[in-house]
């Protein structure tokens, strides 16, 4: 997952603002007059540009303090800065009006980047109350820099005249981008509907922030905690020291306590021998965010999705999914919901051949693998005892692996141990490909004690970037893994990128490795992949640079980087024995081969049913948008659109998917699969052109990399690949056929 879009637009985009909202409504009159004679940020570490190295956090001197006066001042000082653009007595000229837009902000965006990422990967309750609170103004400031009229018809006049202005190629992209943000931000409207849109943003954002806190609380809430040790058989010893030392965190020892990871499934589900643990351990899952409480996410959403809908409707489309798409490389949710519709029937088929390759297993156990109709979400559902349920699917799931292709997860993941995956492994594939180098950081203050930082070097030895590592789960980190940055590249701010990597991994007990799954390494990988995006960007302006490209693009550079966790020589330079560091048994290397595809049927299942859950939310016209029982709206949506295989749920329910209620995937959890169409067929690219050689990564590197949001990215990748993109790889790399018929049932 990428989190520095949302960022972008609200600081390095919208840096363009106009002043007219803030200056009538002071977001912050009791603290800002202009007229005080203090400087409200005396002291604050973050007035100034850091002096760190590559202008990283001051970590060590920050204090959760520190946000709110430095956010609320960066806004003031940019809708100063905006002003004297818009007011300029002199012509509307690219370098007065978009190179000036790009400059300002400087303090907002350096401001926020770092509460951001600490809202995210370290909140606590002063940063909760700061994003609350401050949520709502920043969708404010956002609307009153790209509704400003002086401002947008200064942009325009640059717009209109583009052609004969004798400006670069990225000079030209950029006036189209900032016209284009302009107008889909509702440059276009008239005054009245501008103030309804005023009110409509500062809402969605506070819907956002609210949504976000429940489902941290639901989630750490929704956590199992167990008494006796008896009911955790089948963990190993490590899994259970670490599930004690969760207890004692949470100041309960001698508790166990597995706390949730932010999807529908476990990953204790996949070795806990107990069915009736299994079963409590899922419903706490999926029902984390339903509880009747405070924390239930439920009204939120359902407000959210009106809102959405009646903000597109504002602005000219039929539906929040057609306004997304309009910018997005897919270009219409018809597209995306074709792409995604079309791989379901074959993934659910090969979900079903799965399932019955269990009941071979689970029957000894007296369980039957038995299609029913019933819905397993609702923990008050009648079951039917004896059939298999989605809580055994990882158990038995597991077992087959062990079974058929003698696959040990236990015996695996002694071979991953964490420091190998990421320095042999991750930054080695990095190295083999672009030439970069590592060397850990001590000098560099982190936020947590967790966190490692490296600095990294071009081939020549240049200096090119940061690069921070925060791979545990915390209590107060958000679920999944994400990549951001607390510095994006840019040629005309003459600044290096920053990179953060956050990710949910075990904690070990004190003293103890950190041993990954393969799903831990792969995503390790992933937001590397991201990072590599950001870390290589070669660009001028902001707001081109480094993962400044459409959703539906911004994975496949992550994507894309998944592969090289099996490259062979990238795999046997990692997988070494955590005590030994024996390289992994060819027998054992082998057998993961022999695996393959087995499971690709269950996560393609997953991955699509969610896609067109988000579809199913985000294509709702303003219409018929009141939705008043949630759970009964995702159970038609899967039906309508046949993927409403009970014992594959979505990899996300409604009520807990923070991907598009609060991180700006909304409409744009397909862009996951769209850009795993990419990711195949660029490593087809690599395998027809001699695999993974330095030739081959930079050219990678400088034709997509490198370049940012500097043309449109299917220009870009067609540059790149010399065709467009094909799905036939993807199908092949999954084991997937496409089914004739649109019906799987
Ligand atoms: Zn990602």
Request: aromatic content about 10%; hydrophobic content about 40%; charged content about 25%.
């Amino acid at each position: 997952m990428f989190r520095t879009r949302i960022l972008l637009l609200v600081a390095a985009v919208a840096l363009a603002s106009s002043c007219s909202t803030l200056t009538d409504k002071p977001a912050s009159a009791n603290k800002d007059a202009a007229s005080d004679i203090t400087d409200p940020l005396t002291g604050n570490p973050l007035a100034e540009p850091s002096t760190l190295p590559f202008e990283a956090p001051p970590f060590d001197k920050i204090r959760d303090g520190d946000f709110q006066p430095a956010i609320e001042e960066g806004m003031r000082r940019q809708i100063a800065e905006v002003k004297r653009i818009a007011n300029n007595p002199e012509a509307a000229t690219f370098d007065n009006t978009l190179v000036a837009l790009e400059k300002t902000g400087a303090l907002l965006t350096r401001a926020q980047r770092v509460f951001s990422a600490l809202a995210q990967a370290n909140t606590n309750d002063i940063l909760q109350r700061v994003q609350k609170e401050e949520a709502p103004r920043l969708a404010a400031h956002s609307d009153a820099i790209f509704l400003d009229a002086k401002l947008f018809a200064r942009v325009k006049s640059v717009y209109d005249k583009r052609a004969g202005l004798g400006l670069d190629a990225e000079s030209l992209r950029l006036t189209e981008r900032y016209y284009r943000l302009f107008v889909r931000a509702g440059a276009q409207l008239s005054a009245g509907d501008q103030d309804r849109l005023r009110d409509y943003n500062k809402e969605l954002s506070s819907l956002s922030t609210e949504f976000r806190s429940k489902l941290l609380a639901a989630t750490r809430a929704g956590a199992l905690v167990v008494n006796d040790k008896d009911e955790l058989a089948g963990l190993d010893d490590a899994e259970l020291a670490a599930a004690l030392e969760a207890g004692r965190a949470r100041l309960t020892p001698g508790k166990y306590v597995i706390p949730l990871q932010n999807t529908t499934q476990q990953p204790a589900l996949a070795s806990l021998k107990k069915r009736d643990t299994r079963e409590k351990l899922f419903n706490a899952s999926i029902a984390r965010a339903e509880q009747r409480d405070d924390n239930d996410t439920r009204k939120t959403i359902t407000r959210l999705a009106e809102l959405r809908a009646e903000k597109a409707k504002l602005l000219g489309y039929d539906t929040w999914a057609a306004y997304v798409l309009d910018d997005q490389m897919a270009k219409t949710p018809e597209r995306a919901i074709k792409l995604l519709t079309d791989m379901a029937p074959a993934a659910i088929d090969k979900a079903k051949g799965e399932a019955r390759e269990m009941e071979k297993l689970a029957k000894k156990d007296g369980i039957r693998f038995k299609p029913w109709d019933l819905q397993y979400y609702s923990p008050s559902a009648k079951k039917e005892g004896g059939a298999l349920q989605p809580w055994d699917w990882q158990y038995y799931s597991e077992q087959v692996k062990k079974k058929n292709y003698d696959l040990d997860q236990n015996e695996i993941k002694q071979y991953f141990e964490l420091d190998s995956v990421l320095q042999n492994g991750v930054f080695f594939a990095a190295n083999q490909l672009y030439g970069i180098t590592f060397k850990e950081r001590h000098d560099i203050p982190v936020y947590q004690s967790d966190v490692r930082v490296f600095e990294v070097f071009d081939q020549d030895g240049t200096s090119l970037a940061l690069f921070y590592a925060d791979y545990f789960k915390r209590d107060n980190k958000a679920g999944g893994a994400w990549a951001t940055a607390f510095v994006g590249q840019s040629g005309l701010l003459g600044q290096k990128p920053v990179i953060t990597n956050t990710c949910n991994f075990t904690k070990p007990a004190p003293g103890q490795p950190a041993l990954l799954s393969r799903d831990n390494v792969v995503t390790m990988f992933h937001e590397f992949g991201h990072a590599l995006h950001g870390m290589f960007s070669n660009v001028k302006y902001p707001l081109l640079g480094g993962t400044s490209v459409p959703r539906d693009f911004v994975e496949f550079p992550s994507q894309f980087n998944e592969h090289w966790a099996d490259e062979p020589g990238v795999f046997a330079n990692y997988a070494k024995h955590y005590k030994t560091g024996a390289p992994m048994p060819q027998e054992l290397v082998a057998k993961i081969r022999k695996a393959g595809t087995y499971g690709q049927g269950f996560s393609t299942t997953e991955n699509v049913s969610a896609a067109l859950l988000d579809m199913a939310w985000h294509t709702l016209p303003r219409s018929v948008t009141i939705v008043d029982n949630v759970d009964a709206f995702e159970r038609s949506a899967l039906k309508k659109y046949d993927v409403d295989y009970p014992l594959v749920p979505p990899r996300y329910r409604t009520s807990y998917f923070a991907h598009i209620w609060s991180n700006g995937y909304a409409a744009g959890y397909y862009s996951y699969l769209w850009t795993a169409v990419l990711r195949d067929d660029a490593f087809y690219w690599f395998r027809e052109h001699g695999g993974m050689t330095r030739e081959n990564g930079q050219r990678l590197r400088e034709m997509v990399l490198s370049r940012g949001g500097t043309e449109p990215t299917d220009a870009l990748y067609r540059a790149w690949r010399g065709r467009d993109p094909s799905v036939e790889p993807l199908l092949e790399v999954r084991g997937l056929k496409i089914a004739k018929s649109g019906k799987n049932r």
